[in-house]
Every structure is written in C-alpha cells, then in structure tokens.
C-alpha cells in the first residue's frame, strides 16, 4: 500500500488527484493540507479521513474531527505533518513559490515527488534536481506537458529538440489592442481546462508556457533555444520531440489533468481513470505563437538559467495577477510588471534556498512598486 501526502488538497490538482485516487488501487491517504478554503476541506477530511492533516492558516482548527490524529498549522506545520505522516509519495499541487519550501522537504522524506508547483522548478533551480538525486527521491513532473515529455524521453537517443503546446488561453483570437484592456471575466474562460485562478490567467499571457520552458529546461537539460512552444487549439497534443534525422514523436491524448496526475502516481504502470483514446475526427494542428503578441514568453526565454530574475519573473506574476484580479490594473499591464521587475533584479545565476527567499521578497516589494505606478 502507498502511502500518499496531498498539500494543497483543496485546489484544482488537488481536487483532481481525489478523483483519481478514488480509482485506482493501492494508495493510502496519510496527510492533507489546504491553504484556505476550509469548507471544502472539512468536507474532505470527513471523507478521506486522512490521520494527519495542516492548514496553512493558523486560525482554523480541525482537531475536532474524529479522523483526524493530529491536525498542524503554518509553513512549518505542514512541514511537521510530512515528517509524522511518513509518505511513500508526495503530491505537490499547491501554487507559488512557497511551494518550494514544501517541495526540499518532501525529498527528506518520500521515494516519489510528484510535482505540479512549477515554482518549485523556477525558483529553486537546480535546488530541487539536486536534492531528489542526492536522496534517491524520483520527480515525476505532473504538469500535462513535462509529463508527456518525461514519457517521450525515457529510452532511445536524446532528440535534438523538443517543444511543449499551449491552448492560447481565452484571448488567443484577440488582437494585442483588444487584449490590454480584457477584463477578468474575459480571461477566466479558458477555452478547453478547468483549472485555478491564477493558472487560468498565465495561460492568457503566456507566462505560464514561460514558466514551462524555464521548467523543461531544469527538469530535461535542454537549452531554451532548443525547447519550443506552439499552440495547440484542442490541447490534444501536449508535447513533442524532434530527432536528427527529422522524425517527430508526439504525446498526445484526452487534455484531463487526471490523466497526467494518475501516471505520475502508478509510473511506470498506467491506470485508466478517464474515458478516452479515441484517435478519429481529432485534428492534430499546430499553430506558430506570435511573439509579439505574447512577450512574456519571449522574456521568460531570455532569462532562462539566470535564477535570480526567473524568481523575479514568478514573483512579479504573483502580484500582478492578484492586482488584475482586484481590477487595480489593467490586462495589459501584467507584463509591464513583470518585465519591470526583472529589469531591476541583479543577474544572480545561482541561489541557495535562504538567498532563493530573499529574492523573492526583494521581488515582490519590486512588483507592488510597479503596481502602483499603474494606478
């Protein structure tokens, strides 16, 4: 039986990684944690009855629940639940960069990290890479683009190059005019997943396939001039390689989060835990993406491997986001921000875990700055 830890439970991969244990067999859930939507995880806990379970809030007590042996609080209770609970595998599905704290410590304690925090990555470097390799600790990326990479590049000669898709988010058919003023209501209709927020929001800018490349980079070893990215409109293909002699594999399939999350639990087995596999009527299409149109992508290549601006890079993003979700900026001005933020970032190449934090807070004060130039 695996043992299994979920930190952020409550949110979208979260919610989804439920599902699919529901499915499959041999897993056990011994810990939880939510960030701070305590209804639905009261609901959860009651379900699953993990035995250890945290909040990040220090308020919220659900000590009282009868399945619940020892409930923790905060950063470094959440830490504490990992080290009582003991999990064979971690599931990494919290968003930001705090995900990376979380993420060192699950590589003291678990044999698999399954990782959907791509801060983790971003922010950390080779941070993360090195601490799975020195404690033997496997990483199985979730996102459905890495895992359809890591699938791809398993066995046989290393491909020349490789290249990740995106949907093109809600905005893909707008003009870069009509896109600076898109309202979040605009935004958050993604045209084929269901996801978070903030995710939701990266997908429309494109700082979410920046993310990625900087992630691929990290997790692969590929330099960023040899990872690409093309839209995919049915999000039917979510990855590629591409060898010497000019043959192309493609990983392609349903686009359910449910589907990656399962594989990096049973790898190298599969489970099937959605309906899917047909192969008639789909088009598999690619579409060039427009750099000018999506400049974030561009400047998340340009900083690839110099860790200091890439923490800058997510940091700004962070607050922007949350800025245009208040309706304090503009559509338009989230990668001013970012772009800002970055410009006035030293260019550190490489950051220990204390220096990584720091950075990051520096980043932030940067971005809010830039926030209220917008106003």
């Known amino acids: 039986m695996r043992r299994l830890a979920i930190l952020g439970s409550t949110g979208s991969i979260g919610i989804q990684t439920l599902d699919v244990i529901s499915k499959i067999e041999g897993v056990e859930i011994v810990a939880m944690s939510c960030g701070h939507n305590f ?5 959860q806990l009651e379900r699953y009855r993990p035995p250890f379970a945290a909040s990040l809030s220090i308020e919220e007590n659900f000590s009282a629940l009868s399945s619940v042996k020892k409930f923790f609080h905060g950063e470094e209770g959440i830490e504490e639940m990992l080290e009582r609970s003991r999990p064979d595998t971690v599931v990494i599905g919290i968003s930001g960069a705090i995900g990376l704290r979380f993420s060192l410590k699950a590589t003291e304690i678990c044999r698999r990290l399954c990782l959907a925090n791509k801060e983790s990555i971003v922010c950390g470097g080779d941070l993360l890479i090195e601490a799975c390799k020195k404690k033997s600790v496997e990483l199985v990326p979730v996102d459905s683009e890495h895992s359809g990479l890591f699938q791809l590049l398993g066995e046989g000669p290393r491909p020349e190059r490789i290249f990740i898709t995106a949907s093109g988010g809600a905005l893909r058919d707008w003009n870069a005019e009509r896109m600076a003023d898109a309202t979040p209501e605009d935004v958050l209709k993604h045209p084929v997943w269901s996801m978070g927020r903030r995710i939701t929001i990266d997908s429309a800018t494109m700082v979410n396939k920046g993310l990625e490349v900087i992630e691929a980079h990290y997790l692969f070893g590929y330099d960023e001039n040899d990872i690409d990215t093309y839209i995919c409109r049915n999000s039917y293909i ?7 002699d000019g043959v192309v594999k493609l990983h392609s399939g349903t686009p359910d989060m449910r589907i990656p999350i399962a594989y990096s639990l049973t790898y190298p087995f599969r489970e099937r835990v959605v309906d899917g596999g047909e192969i008639t009527g789909i088009p598999l299409l690619l579409e060039e993406i427009d750099g000018e149109k999506y400049p974030a992508l561009e400047l998340a290549r340009s ?5 200091s601006k890439q923490i800058a890079y997510n940091a700004a993003d962070e607050i922007a986001v949350e800025a245009f979700s208040k309706g304090e900026i503009k559509f338009g001005g989230i990668y ?14 490489r950051a220990d875990y204390r220096q ?11 971005a809010l700055e830039e926030v209220k130039e917008c106003f």
């Open 356 to 366: 990584t934090m720091e950075i990051d807070k520096i980043a932030r004060a940067i």
């Open 336 to 349: 001013n921000i970012i772009e800002r933020t970055v410009s006035r970032m030293d260019d550190q190449i």
């Open 39 to 43: 209804s639905l995880f009261t609901k």
């Open 238 to 244: 979510h990855a590629g390689v591409v060898y010497r």
């Open 303 to 307: 900083i690839c491997g110099k860790q």
